[in-house]
């Protein structure tokens, strides 16, 4: 029987759904957060209560723990290398920073030689007024976005001023691919060479929020080894451990593009529980903890959509399900609009 006992910092569904990903392997998590009702908190062994700079309480946290990592990104950077001290963090800090800052994560990617789209950073309006030429675009803050969260979709540079833009934050102007499609490529990487690696996802986004994604990925023989060659390169660069996200843009020219990278598990790879013999979520635990690898199976395609404000309710009232259906519900207290409040996978 193990004794490890695992800290992950963060307590939404991600923490949830790695707590029950650890349990099934033994393995007891500790989960850090900032918010008293967090969902994970209904998943996990124990839990702390506390802002992410709370001196006392990180060492409290690092003393109760193993080995400690993260399931969002926006965690500051100076935390993770004062609990790197005590115990390993994986993946380790100087990723999580990198990743964290739009800016680096995408100059990073470039270096790589892989694709991006057309990105500027923007300090200011005097920045963004000759920017013409990246409209239509995006105007994103380079930190602390998610789910759409700080993001301006910008078509004339005359919007700008309606926008109520604030220019305390630094931001990325992009420009906007025209999209036929995203896809997501998930890998668990546990050392040099040796990784884990799903097939391509797709995913349908709205309002920039991710709604449903499926494998297979229609998707053509090209795509679908360019984008799996890409991860693999990113997670050997970044001598990444644990589970990663690349998130991909296809345009209408079936040129690829990678969007962004998530340093942790990841909404489209939920399907990945009930589709694969290892989920994204055990084989992040499995990576983190130094246990064995095992090769991946995969049992069946699917289609995941999730479930966002009241869509739960239905499910919450009269959870009637299909036998090849698998309902999670996040438990989380208030039903808010645009919140993700569980998900609904399918196996076809
Ligand atoms: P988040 O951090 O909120 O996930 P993303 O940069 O991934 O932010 O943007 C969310 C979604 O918005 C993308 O999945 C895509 O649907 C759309 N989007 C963002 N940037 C662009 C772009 N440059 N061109 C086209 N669509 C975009
Ligand atoms: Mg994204």
């Keep these: 029987m193990s004794e490890i006992k695992l800290g992950i910092i963060g307590g939404g ?9 650890a349990r099934k392997l033994n393995i007891k998590t500790i989960i850090y957060c900032d918010d ?50 005590l115990k390993p963090v994986r993946p380790k800090p100087s990723v999580n920073r990198l990743i964290q800052h739009r800016l680096a994560e995408k100059d990073f990617i470039n270096k790589l030689n892989i694709r991006t789209t057309r990105y500027v950073q923007v300090e200011s309006k005097e920045d963004l007024l000759p920017l013409n030429d990246f409209l ?12 759409g969260k700080g993001q301006y979709p ?27 499609k995203e896809i997501s490529v998930v890998i668990t990487r546990f050392d040099n060479h040796k990784y884990e690696i799903y097939e391509p996802i797709e995913n349908f986004h709205k309002e920039q929020i991710l709604r449903h994604s499926k494998i297979p990925a229609e998707i053509s023989e090209k795509i679908f080894e ?5 991860a693999v390169l990113i997670a050997e660069e970044l001598k990444y451990i644990g589970t990663l996200c690349v998130e991909f843009f296809i345009d209408r020219n079936e040129n690829l593009y990678v969007n962004e990278i998530a340093p942790r598990v990841h909404n489209s790879g939920h399907l ?7 989920s994204q979520f055990e ?8 246990l064995t690898q095992v090769p991946l199976k995969k049992i069946s395609n699917a289609e995941m959509i999730n479930l966002i404000g009241d869509q739960i309710i239905p499910y919450r009232d009269n959870p009637k399900i299909n036998d090849n259906q698998f309902l999670f519900d996040y438990l989380k207290k208030d039903i808010k609009e645009k919140r993700k409040m569980g998900h609904l996978t399918t196996l076809k």
């Excluded at 569904?13 to 990903?21: D, K, P, R, T, V």
């Excluded at 990945?272 to 290892?278: E, G, K, L």
Aim: net charge negative.
């Design 136 to 147: 239509p675009g995006i105007l994103k803050t380079t930190t602390l976005g998610y789910d």
């Design 36 to 85: 008293p009702d967090a969902p994970a908190k209904n998943f996990c062994d124990d839990f702390i209560y506390a802002e992410y700079n709370n001196k006392d309480k990180i060492f409290e946290f690092a003393k109760k723990v193993d080995v400690i990592t993260y399931e969002f990104e926006n965690i500051p950077y100076k935390t993770l290398n004062e609990l790197n001290k």
């Design 283 to 290: 084989n992040h635990v499995r990576a983190v903890c130094s």
């Design 13 to 21: 569904q991600l923490g949830s759904m790695l707590s029950e990903a």
């Design 226 to 230: 360019q984008s799996k060659e890409w």
């Design 154 to 180: 910008i078509k004339k540079m005359e919007e700008i001023n309606s926008l109520n833009i604030n220019f305390d934050n630094e931001y990325i102007l992009e420009k906007l691919v025209r999209l036929k």
């Design 272 to 278: 990945t529980i009930n589709a694969y013999n290892i």
